[in-house]
């Protein structure tokens, strides 16, 4: 991202990738129709646009207005051309199977327009489940499903590279499928059953890319292979489905040692190849394109420009033009010098013009893309690039951001609509105000949600602008007075006193705010902040207090070490911080002065468990503990109480109360028998009914909730990857 501190995307392996994801626990029990919604829910996404990275779009080769997206963490996507908007496919997907929202890769069978095919598999990482390959007979309406013995990718480095899933074109019942680190793998019945592709020459290993490319070529089939030195081979093909060899000539050296993405131009019978130092996102400086005359097997270097200096950038998406024979587009890839762009030739390569030179963007459906500045930038992790086949000048970019389109090769905007990858990580509904949503994101800061069915029209929170949000907080009884957290490259925290609307930075904040931003609080009339800070890689700290808005702040020493703090809704002297370490429950009764401990053994040693406060009662908490369930406190955390109405509880909020009703209604993340779920309480949690189906579980959704406190029946819920979701009922 163009912020500083870490984002979901940027940091995806090693200790804190693992720290992250290990956090979310797999469950026996699959969502069924029987556990289907009572009462009945519209289930509908908030509007931002996109906000993730796209990693792949594909067109049929032979339906006119059908593609298909994949996104790094969020699913996959169908385009609809009649409404122009993308149709999520796999929200489906529920609490045990998060790790299959990051989609690998994705195949459609030109002989067959409705079917289509998805690798699925967020992190091939020991502690990640294996993937999955679905298959559709209806366009991704409904699916089945092959459970794999092999881990993918689809949140790791090399996510951007070439589809590792292939329909034969010779036997429209014969798929192949690289992975990462178990080398080539083949099915006979279209995708139901897989086995190990005899005599495919890569060695894998248990850290490297594996096969990052398979495309054809006519009737022969290429693979790219991600291990290579660059002086040994990384391009093999088959020309029998049996046999594999090395393809004779092809290039090397740094510039050519990963290969990303092939297109074949059937009219010229050229095979067209981008390659990097690095399989990218991040990390590529040098790179180049080349192309194989197949009938001659004869390599042309097409590179549009070489990487030099300052200039450092690979190599990324390559499509080319159905229609017109020796027309082709590639983008450059991790050039953050000169931005990245895409080139297009209409010779083969002999010369080459760059499409970002008269580019002109309109971001105004989505204005957060001009990240805080005046103008929005061509795009940076482009390495999916596609060229609709019916018609030359509509091509297509993902970014790391959004999904640009133009159909005249001048004006470009974002074609995103029902695209929505945010993962999030904070949500408050304000009980008065025009915006019924705030919302704390990852890698797009803070926004505030004038309308739910439209970006929100100032974009991301600026002055200063975040990267993520690590923390927000709104004063209960000064709801206009807002605070938020985060990293970025301009100061960590900021204010607001119109509800979030515009901000202001801290005038002061501690040394640690730059590294460690960790969540705020602040009390009920909005006099006191509370600040704590915990590093990326897991370093605690002691909180830190003000009380003048943020110019001054001072250690409070018997604050628990990174705890997260939570103010009392109604009495502006009390604060609250539960240790998750120790399983203490902290407390003050100074305005956060002094801590000190309460209840105590109760669970420990997980640092997602949640502390929730019931507006306008002081003292009332709600601890969830995830597997360790629910417990509630009504004398300010001396005692607690474990309910026995759920046995997990993973986030809780509270909303509107029922008509009748004399307690805020509550929702919240858990299970109250087999499956994890969204659930909803208008008797103080004696019992619970469930609000979401089968058909809208988004993966893993333990980061956050909010409910409405002015409508009745409305949950926000905080996804892993599609976006903010809400529901109210039918």
């Known amino acids: 991202m163009l912020t500083s501190g870490p984002s979901r995307r940027a940091v995806l392996a090693g200790a804190a990738a693992a720290a992250a994801i290990t956090a979310v626990p797999s469950f026996s029990g699959v969502a069924s129709a029987a556990d289907s919604a009572t009462p009945s829910y519209r289930w509908r996404q908030v509007v931002i646009g996109g906000t993730g990275f796209v990693t792949g779009v594909l067109f049929h080769p032979s339906v006119r207005g059908l593609a298909y997206a994949r996104t790094d963490i969020g699913g996959a996507y169908r385009w609809d051309d009649r409404k122009a908007r993308w149709i999520p496919l796999n929200d489906d997907l529920g609490w045990d199977d998060w790790n299959l929202l990051g989609v690998e890769a994705m195949a459609v069978d030109p002989a067959h327009p409705d079917r289509v095919y998805l690798a699925l598999g967020t992190y091939a990482q020991s502690w990640a489940g294996n993937g999955a390959v679905l298959r559709s007979e209806d366009r991704g309406a409904t699916w089945a499903r092959a459970d794999l013995t092999v881990k993918l990718g689809g949140n790791e480095d090399g996510r951007g590279t070439g589809e590792r899933l292939l329909v034969d074109p010779r036997d429209s019942d014969t798929l192949w499928l690289g992975t990462r ?8 019945d279209r995708g139901a059953t897989w086995g190990s592709a005899s005599g ?6 248990g850290s490297g890319q594996g096969v990052t490319l398979l495309v054809a070529a006519g009737r022969v089939l290429y693979a790219g292979w991600g291990d290579s030195d660059g002086a040994t081979a990384n391009l093999y093909r088959t020309l029998d489905g049996t046999t ?3 393809v004779p000539g092809q290039p090397s050296g740094t510039s050519a040692k990963v290969p990303i993405r092939a297109a074949y131009d059937c009219h010229t019978r050229e095979l067209y190849v981008s390659y990097a130092d690095a399989p990218g996102p991040n990390g590529q400086s040098d790179g180049s394109v080349h192309k194989l005359a197949v009938a001659t097997g004869t390599w042309t270097d097409v590179t549009p420009v070489r990487p030099a200096g300052s200039d450092t950038f690979g190599y990324g998406g390559v499509a080319v033009d159905a229609r017109r024979p020796g027309t082709v587009v590639v983008s450059t890839n991790n050039r953050w010098a000169a931005v990245d762009t895409l080139y297009r030739t209409t010779n083969g390569g002999r010369t080459w013009t760059s499409l970002k030179d008269s580019a002109v963007l309109d971001v105004s459906e989505t204005p957060f893309l001009t990240f805080g500045a005046d103008a929005p930038k061509f795009g940076w992790w482009i390495q999916a690039v596609a060229v609709d086949p019916y018609d030359s000048k509509h091509i ?6 959004t999904l640009y389109g133009t159909r005249d090769l001048k004006h470009w905007a ?3 609509r029902g695209l929505e990858e945010t993962s999030v990580r904070q949500l408050i509904s304000p009980p008065t105000g025009q915006a019924h949503l705030l919302s704390g994101l990852g890698d797009v800061g803070v926004m505030y949600h004038e309308r739910l069915t439209a970006s929100p029209s100032r974009g991301m929170a600026s002055n200063p602008v975040f990267g993520s949000a690590t923390g927000l907080a709104q004063a209960a009884a000064k709801p206009s007075y807002v605070v938020r957290t985060g990293f970025g490259d301009h100061g960590n925290g900021a ?10 930075p801290f005038a002061a904040q501690p040394a640690l705010a730059k590294d460690a931003p960790g969540p705020i609080a602040t009390n009920t009339d909005g006099s006191v902040l509370l600040w704590t800070f915990v590093h990326w890689d897991g370093t605690k700290y002691p909180a830190q207090r003000s009380t003048d808005n943020g110019a001054t702040w001072s250690e409070v020493a018997s604050y628990p070490k990174g705890a997260t703090p939570l103010a009392d809704p109604a009495d502006p002297t009390r604060f609250y911080a539960y240790d998750t370490d120790t399983g203490t429950l902290f407390a003050s ?3 956060g002065l002094t801590f000190t401990g309460r209840a105590s053994g109760l669970p420990s040693g997980d640092s997602q468990f949640q502390l929730a406060a019931a507006p306008g009662r002081s003292g009332d908490l709600w601890l969830s503990t995830k597997w360790n369930g629910l417990y509630r406190s009504t004398d300010g955390g001396a005692t607690f109480t474990k309910l026995t109405s759920c046995w997990a509880s993973y986030t809780l909020a509270f909303g509107k109360a029922a008509d009748g009703a004399d307690y805020p209604a509550i929702y919240q993340v858990g299970s109250t028998e087999t499956i994890t779920a969204v659930y909803r309480s208008d008797d103080e949690a004696k019992t619970w009914v469930r609000v979401n189906d089968d058909r809208h579980q988004w993966g893993w959704i333990g980061a956050t909730i909010a409910a409405d406190p002015r409508l009745y029946g409305r949950v926000y819920i905080a996804t892993n990857g599609r976006g903010i979701q809400y529901g109210e009922p039918a």
Not at 200 to 205: N, T, Y
Not at 495 to 504: H, Q
């Open 244 to 246: 594999w060899e090395a």
């Open 414 to 416: 974002p074609q995103i």
């Open 589 to 591: 009764t100074d305005g």
């Open 495 to 504: 204010f607001s006193n119109d509800g979030g609307r515009t901000w202001a």
């Open 396 to 401: 297509v970019y993902g970014t790391g951001a």
């Open 181 to 188: 680190h178990d080398g080539l793998l083949k099915s006979t």
């Open 200 to 205: 495919f020459p890569g060695s894998p290993s």
